[in-house]
């Protein structure tokens, strides 16, 4: 693995950008399962919950991107990428 110091100013925005964009898909996909819990917890007793499976169709997985594949190394020292 090529270390930091060796990429060049490119290479490390194009990382950086993915680095952030990473971040802040995972905030939004919390606040959403978040904000789906709030509205089951108002849904009155005996109807039927309006997000059974709260994480349900907010993933998206580009792991088969070129880029994600060449800086994967990179973005393992931030995320756990089974969790990605």
Known sequence: MRKLKE??????????????????????????????????????????????ELHSDIYENFFDYPTIIRYQKYIELYFDMEDL
């Open 7 to 52: 990429m060049s100013n490119e290479e490390m925005d194009n990382l950086d950008l993915i680095i952030n964009l990473i971040s802040y898909s995972k905030k939004l996909e919390r606040m959403i399962i978040q904000l789906r819990s709030e509205v089951n917890a108002l849904t009155p007793e005996g109807e039927n919950l309006p997000y059974f």
